[in-house]
């Protein structure tokens, strides 16, 4: 039996098809972080369903016409139910799927505004482009559609968090009192624009509580802005990174000032394929690189490596 064919056997018997592969943006395995006591969630900012209902809905709403015109029909599922902290993308077909748990919503370190971060995230899975995963099965089989995760959490705040929140402008004035010292420096330098600056603090806020959560999954120590990972990976990287490598790209794409254009999934349809050097360049349009003279808002080379 070839190889290809016995590849394909194994498929069939997980159950992944052509048509779907699930892009799992679970923080650690399960059972390393186990399910979240409904019952010992006293610290958590959500404790009942409808707040993380209303989170997750809002960003469907915005999404589900963004998907559209790509082809897809969006649909993200806020399972309350569920005590396991996790959070995936599916694609099948046209459909496109996003689950997120109360699990993960209900872990004592996770803020609102870090749940819908998560969101952001496995909606990047989907829209965020180049790079893919490009590796294992998934590329074996041709199921090469999902972003990576650093790329991911790259677009969670470069293009998603500036789209959920560009209207709340009120709340993102209240950032301005309650950032970190640091968080407003580091924005203050980028953003000009009182408004831009106010979600830009909110953003990189949002993203240290959800930093937070990942060490806390990971048992790994916290992360903080002024300690940036000092990795260097000689090719990118498709897994989860570590947390603060995690938290290093949030950060990045939070003052990365490159707009985005949601009519495109950088290096999807390209000559030379999602992998390619086209695929990269067309992906530099719409984020930060050195290559385009940024110094700031780079894809951190904890996980990335650029090769232009």
Request: aromatic share 8%; charged share 20%; net charge positive.
């Amino acid at each position: 039996m070839s190889h290809f064919i016995k590849t394909l056997c194994m498929a069939m018997v997980l159950g992944v098809g052509f048509a779907s592969f699930q892009a799992h943006a679970i923080f650690v395995p399960i059972e390393m972080s186990g399910p979240i006591d409904l019952n010992d969630a006293t610290n958590s900012p959500l404790t009942e369903p409808v707040e993380f209902t209303r989170i997750v809905k809002n960003i469907e709403n915005i999404y589900i016409p963004i998907a559209k015109r790509l082809g897809g029909k969006l649909s993200v599922k806020a399972q309350w139910g569920s005590n396991t902290p996790n959070a995936f993308a599916k694609k099948t077909f046209g459909n496109w799927l996003v689950v997120i748990t109360g699990g993960l919503a209900r872990h004592p370190s996770m803020s609102k505004d870090g749940i819908a971060l998560v969101v952001c995230h496995e909606i990047g899975h989907h829209l965020a482009g180049f790079p893919f995963v490009q590796t294992g099965l998934a590329a074996l089989l041709g199921m090469d559609w999902v972003a990576n995760e650093g790329e991911a959490d790259y677009y969670a705040t470069q293009v998603c968090a500036r789209k959920i929140w560009a209207s709340d402008v009120k709340q993102n004035e209240t950032f301005r009192s309650t950032a970190s010292a640091q968080v407003k420096a580091e924005c203050d330098k980028i953003w000009t624009k009182e408004a831009d600056q106010n979600l830009c603090y909110r953003s990189v806020t949002a993203s240290e509580s959800l930093a937070d959560v990942l060490a806390s999954l990971s048992k790994s120590g916290n992360p903080q802005l002024h300690t940036p990972s000092q990795a260097v990976v000689a090719s990118t990287y498709n897994a989860h990174p570590e947390a603060q490598c995690r938290l290093d790209t949030y950060f990045q794409g939070a003052i990365c000032p490159m707009g985005w254009n949601d009519a495109v999934v950088p290096g999807k349809k390209l000559p030379g394929g999602k992998k390619g050097i086209a695929a990269e360049k067309q992906a530099a349009m719409t984020s930060c690189t050195r290559a385009s003279g940024h110094t700031v808002g780079l894809r951190p080379s904890c996980w990335y490596k650029a090769r232009m």
